[in-house]
């Protein structure tokens, strides 16, 4: 009797023991969340580095354009002050002016009937 | 589509054009000589109640000034515009490998995570099916064991028989 009733205890706990192929599944998910969680880290990491990048591109785009509003506002100072300087050497020789302007365009220089 | 897109943007471009031109072209008649003669590209320098030699446009010495000192800039304006150019269109460049790198590096890096993933799964199904083996008995030995049960349990059955007997 004693024999038959270890015989069944015993073979209870041989048919619920654990095995290990039963943390196969939470082992595969674990390693699947642990794959989603390495997905989400670079995602992240991608999205703070193109964020870097943007602010670097918008920095140096807004770089160059002031760069050159300044070449251009000295160009202009440069060209008004030819203007001048061409006005104040020919304001009374109209002949010599035309001369200089048919020089820049190529046109013909033709003088008035006096 | 495009078709469509295309006229309506030619028809807003001629439409401003035309704009553009009435406004522009509202400027006092001048009656010119029965028969002058078309001078061409031509300036003519003037002074004050001189006959003029065509009919055209008398402009102050400081607008030819202007106009002169602008036109010897021309080429600079162009360098200047072909220089800011060139170097946004370097940036630009510069911009889109940087950020190509960085989706591409980000891309690589979510494909070595998937190459560990599955790693780690094969070396769990490695694991798993090793400790199934393990846990396999050996079918001989069962056999074995099997028969020599049934052999003790004949030879036990015919001994409580010859007892019983005596």
Redesign the interface.
Known sequence: MFFVAFGGVAAYFFVNRKRPIDNLPDDIRNSGKQFADDVNTVRQNEQQSQAHEAQVHKEKTEAIKKKYEAEKEKLDEETKDKAEKLFESYKNDPKALSEELSKVTGFRVVLPED | MKNIISTIILLSFFHSNIAYTQESTDLPKVETQQGEID?????????SQ?????TGVLLS??A??????????IV??IK?AQ??AT??AQ?FC??EK??NE??V??DK??LE??I??NE??IE??Q??LN??KQ?QHDPVMLIGLSAGGTAVLTALSILAVAQSIK
């Open positions: 001078p061409g590209e031509a300036i003519s320098p003037m002074k001189q006959k003029a030699p065509f010495p400081k030819v000034a202007t106009i002169t000192a602008k036109l010897l800039s600079e304006r200047l220089s800011e170097e946004q940036e510069r911009n940087a950020t960085i989706r590096k980000a890096q979510i995570a998937r560990r993933d780690r799964t769990l199904y694991k798993s400790e199934v846990s």
